[in-house]
């Protein structure tokens, strides 16, 4: 055997340009998260590769390509300090990927190519799950199935519409077994995609801590915090307080939230009609479940502190969906324990003093802590202060210099200094993190928050009413809490993702484009474990078994098969029988009417030659017709003309006795 020709014919340039070509798309999306170097690595050997191919040169031998991927793995291992994990992974992939292109001489190797390629596909979704992210990785398994196709097709190369065309009608064919498999393939607990260590690294949102800056970096954001479906109608944008951490403890520049404790029960009263709605939280690597102030219900594995906060009991790493009840109206417990007074209270031993002396003032001059309460509101909201994404740098005493100095600041500023002020006045005060507010959108009748809606606001324990919500920024900025953050920011400071509420048609189009979004987080990448057994117990009429999951898949893949098994048969014969065989059946038609009945158990060579046994005069157009009839009937192929010149042999062909 010739390897070189064999070689050549195989790899040619039109093969692996295709095969080049689909690696470039799978690779694309990468890009942007992989070292430079690593990319100019894969594009320096991609092109290298070519000019081989276009000079007819020898691959290089083993020994140049060991060192290659000797000092590429190196050079990972030094971008990255492993070789394991998410990123670290897919750059090696990615380099082993182009290394192996360059020792492609059969086709197994090709195959081994190819099938990384499909891999390396897969590896996208460890970084988006979007919509736009399925359609291109769809069309980059479009591409790559072409190549595969080209490089074992036994016609050699074929035009890209031919392949186009084969890759696409493969893939039409696997769609049924792709929806049984994604129906009834058993869904194992836990993210898929959240297996590296890496994979859930620079995710934004909230955190355990706030410092001057950190919130009114989150109202840079547009992404979606997580998504709410009320069982009723929406509640006010007041009532809109979504409860996440609770920070008790201050250094003098930062809260923090410490170490939660989980309470035994929910420990208040609410009052009014409950809340009931369905949230779908986004992944955030964190253990907080957000919901209205304040939750009287507790998520399935959740639990509730004693500063009622919902935790999850792990991280949540993939999309979640629960289920809440809230009361907006509601009475904690009159009495505060000593141990809780006393870190409601707690401040540093230095800083700000003249937050100290304002607040000692407004105790010498107050009958009650309610009127300290009214005085700071007053405060915030008859002195110029300002709402504003972009506040200036604060100094070593940064409570003093936001309250008499800059006096420009977003909801961490208005929340951190208004408990400041509560603790030096002497009234118990928390700071409460979270959300406020949201979007509806009206194409799903659902609530939109987002990482710009993220808020802060306090809570102060008062003498017979418990902890009472106190909102600061309110007393600045009323339109924050009524009409969301972009109706309360100057337009200098709106994100561009904000700018379609000032224009209808972006906002429309904004909303159809989530409710897409929703609707694939719902019923595509929301469909878990759990949503699978409830299918299946419909299914079965009664709670099922993963034994009978597992009969259910077989008995559907197997009927599946079997149906497109036979719907290929049926096809191939209607088609025959529609095509070429239809124009045979005409001369044997004609023949009938000779005196020359073909009989059902002869074949077409035969039949002509007992039609030159009877019809001498007839024999050459006869062998003609069978000749032409057998090889484009089984033969690798028929050409448009052949068919044409078969179907003017037959019209030629003698149908009358003479």
């Given at each position: 055997?010739?390897?070189?020709?064999?070689?050549?014919?195989?790899?040619?340039?039109?093969?692996?340009?295709?095969?080049?070509?689909?690696?470039?798309?799978?690779?694309?999306?990468?890009?942007?998260?992989?070292?430079?170097?690593?990319?100019?690595?894969?594009?320096?050997?991609?092109?290298?590769?070519?000019?081989?191919?276009?000079?007819?040169?020898?691959?290089?031998?083993?020994?140049?390509?060991?060192?290659?991927?000797?000092?590429?793995?190196?050079?990972?291992?030094?971008?990255?300090?492993?070789?394991?994990?998410?990123?670290?992974?897919?750059?090696?992939?990615?380099?082993?990927?182009?290394?192996?292109?360059?020792?492609?001489?059969?086709?197994?190797?090709?195959?081994?190519?190819?099938?990384?390629?499909?891999?390396?596909?897969?590896?996208?979704?460890?970084?988006?799950?979007?919509?736009?992210?399925?359609?291109?990785?769809?069309?980059?398994?479009?591409?790559?199935?072409?190549?595969?196709?080209?490089?074992?097709?036994?016609?050699?190369?074929?035009?890209?519409?031919?392949?186009?065309?084969?890759?696409?009608?493969?893939?039409?064919?696997?769609?049924?077994?792709?929806?049984?498999?994604?129906?009834?393939?058993?869904?194992?607990?836990?993210?898929?995609?959240?297996?590296?260590?890496?994979?859930?690294?620079?995710?934004?949102?909230?955190?355990?801590?706030?410092?001057?800056?950190?919130?009114?970096?989150?109202?840079?954001?547009?992404?979606?915090?997580?998504?709410?479906?009320?069982?009723?109608?929406?509640?006010?944008?007041?009532?809109?307080?979504?409860?996440?951490?609770?920070?008790?403890?201050?250094?003098?520049?930062?809260?923090?939230?410490?170490?939660?404790?989980?309470?035994?029960?929910?420990?208040?009263?609410?009052?009014?009609?409950?809340?009931?709605?369905?949230?779908?939280?986004?992944?955030?690597?964190?253990?907080?479940?957000?919901?209205?102030?304040?939750?009287?219900?507790?998520?399935?594995?959740?639990?509730?502190?004693a500063d009622y906060q919902l935790l999850a009991a792990q991280p949540v790493r993939q999309r979640l969906r629960y289920d809440v009840t809230s009361y907006p109206a509601y009475r904690t417990p009159l009495r505060l324990?000593?141990?809780?007074?006393?870190?409601?209270?707690?401040?540093?031993?230095?800083?700000?003093?003249?937050?100290?002396?304002?607040?000692?003032?407004?105790?010498?001059?107050?009958?009650?802590?309610?009127?300290?309460?009214?005085?700071?509101?007053?405060?915030?909201?008859?002195?110029?202060?300002?709402?504003?994404?972009?506040?200036?740098?604060?100094?070593?005493?940064?409570?003093?210099?936001?309250?008499?100095?800059?006096?420009?600041?977003?909801?961490?500023?208005?929340?951190?200094?208004?408990?400041?002020?509560?603790?030096?006045?002497?009234?118990?005060?928390?700071?409460?993190?979270?959300?406020?507010?949201?979007?509806?959108?009206?194409?799903?009748?659902?609530?939109?928050?987002?990482?710009?809606?993220?808020?802060?606001?306090?809570?102060?324990?008062?003498?017979?009413?418990?902890?009472?919500r106190v909102d600061p920024t309110a007393a600045v900025a009323p339109q924050r809490v009524e009409s969301g953050i972009a109706t309360a920011l100057p337009a200098s400071d709106i994100i561009p993702g904000l700018l379609?509420?000032?224009?209808?048609?972006?906002?429309?189009?904004?909303?159809?484009?989530?409710?897409?979004?929703?609707?694939?987080?719902?019923?595509?990448?929301?469909?878990?474990?759990?949503?699978?057994?409830?299918?299946?117990?419909?299914?079965?009429?009664?709670?099922?078994?993963?034994?009978?999951?597992?009969?259910?898949?077989?008995?559907?893949?197997?009927?599946?098969?079997?149906?497109?098994?036979?719907?290929?048969?049926?096809?191939?014969?209607?088609?025959?029988?529609?095509?070429?065989?239809?124009?045979?059946?005409?001369f044997c038609t004609k023949t009938a009417r000779l005196g020359m009945k073909r009989r059902p158990s002869e074949g077409p060579a035969d039949f002509a030659r007992r039609i030159a046994r009877r019809r001498p005069d007839?024999?050459?157009?006869?062998?003609?017709?069978?000749?032409?009839?057998?090889?484009?009937?089984?033969?690798?192929?028929?050409?448009?003309?052949?068919?044409?010149?078969?179907?003017?042999?037959?019209?030629?062909?003698?149908?009358?006795?003479?």
């Amino acid at each position: 055997m010739d390897h070189g020709s064999s070689q050549d014919q195989l790899l040619s340039r039109h093969n692996l340009g295709w095969l080049l070509a689909s690696l470039v798309m799978a690779v694309a999306p990468h890009v942007p998260r992989l070292p430079p170097w690593v990319s100019v690595l894969f594009a320096a050997i991609a092109l290298w590769r070519l000019d081989i191919a276009r000079r007819r040169r020898p691959l290089p031998g083993k020994g140049p390509l060991l060192l290659l991927t000797a000092l590429t793995a190196g050079g990972i291992y030094m971008s990255y300090g492993t070789l394991f994990g998410r990123n670290a992974g897919v750059a090696m992939l990615t380099a082993m990927l182009v290394l192996k292109l360059m020792e492609a001489r059969t086709l197994r190797d090709c195959m081994v190519v190819v099938f990384i390629a499909y891999f390396l596909v897969i590896t996208n979704f460890l970084f988006s799950q979007s919509v736009p992210t399925a359609l291109y990785l769809l069309a980059v398994v479009l591409a790559i199935t072409a190549a595969l196709i080209g490089l074992n097709h036994p016609r050699g190369a074929l035009r890209w519409a031919v392949r186009l065309r084969l890759a696409a009608a493969l893939l039409l064919q696997a769609v049924p077994a792709m929806v049984l498999l994604f129906v009834l393939f058993p869904r194992v607990p836990g993210p898929l995609w959240g297996l590296p260590r890496d994979a859930f690294g620079g995710r934004s949102g909230l955190s355990d801590t706030m410092s001057p800056g950190s919130i009114s970096r989150l109202g840079l954001s547009d992404e979606v915090a997580f998504r709410v479906k009320f069982a009723g109608d929406v509640p006010r944008p007041s009532e809109l307080y979504w409860r996440g951490p609770v920070l008790w403890d201050f250094n003098g520049r930062t809260w923090s939230a410490g170490k939660p404790v989980v309470a035994e029960g929910l420990g208040f009263t609410g009052f009014g009609a409950p809340l009931r709605y369905v949230v779908t939280l986004e992944p955030d690597d964190q253990r907080w479940l957000f919901a209205i102030d304040l939750p009287a219900s507790t998520p399935p594995g959740a639990s509730v502190t004693a500063d009622y906060q919902l935790l999850a009991a792990q991280p949540v790493r993939q999309r979640l969906r629960y289920d809440v009840t809230s009361y907006p109206a509601y009475r904690t417990p009159l009495r505060l324990s000593a141990s809780d007074r006393a870190r409601a209270l707690r401040l540093p031993r230095q800083g700000n003093p003249r937050a100290l002396q304002l607040a000692a003032r407004w105790r010498a001059q107050s009958r009650s802590d309610e009127e300290i309460v009214s005085k700071a509101l007053a405060m915030f909201h008859d002195a110029p202060f300002f709402y504003t994404l972009n506040p200036p740098l604060l100094g070593a005493n940064p409570v003093d210099g936001f309250l008499f100095g800059s006096r420009s600041g977003f909801c961490e500023h208005y929340a951190g200094s208004f408990a400041f002020l509560m603790r030096a006045a002497g009234i118990p005060a928390r700071v409460v993190t979270g959300y406020q507010g949201g979007e509806i959108n009206p194409l799903g009748g659902y609530l939109i928050v987002r990482q710009a809606d993220a808020h802060a606001w306090v809570e102060v324990w008062l003498k017979g009413r418990g902890w009472v919500r106190v909102d600061p920024t309110a007393a600045v900025a009323p339109q924050r809490v009524e009409s969301g953050i972009a109706t309360a920011l100057p337009a200098s400071d709106i994100i561009p993702g904000l700018l379609s509420e000032r224009t209808p048609w972006l906002r429309e189009l904004r909303m159809s484009w989530d409710a897409v979004n929703n609707g694939w987080n719902q019923w595509i990448l929301g469909y878990n474990q759990q949503r699978q057994l409830v299918l299946l117990s419909r299914l079965w009429q009664r709670p099922a078994s993963w034994q009978e999951l597992g009969l259910t898949l077989a008995a559907a893949m197997g009927a599946l098969l079997l149906g497109l098994g036979g719907l290929t048969l049926w096809r191939t014969r209607v088609g025959r029988e529609t095509g070429i065989s239809a124009i045979y059946g005409k001369f044997c038609t004609k023949t009938a009417r000779l005196g020359m009945k073909r009989r059902p158990s002869e074949g077409p060579a035969d039949f002509a030659r007992r039609i030159a046994r009877r019809r001498p005069d007839l024999a050459e157009q006869a062998a003609l017709i069978s000749g032409l009839y057998i090889r484009l009937r089984y033969g690798q192929g028929a050409k448009k003309e052949e068919v044409q010149r078969l179907r003017q042999m037959v019209r030629g062909f003698p149908g009358r006795r003479v």
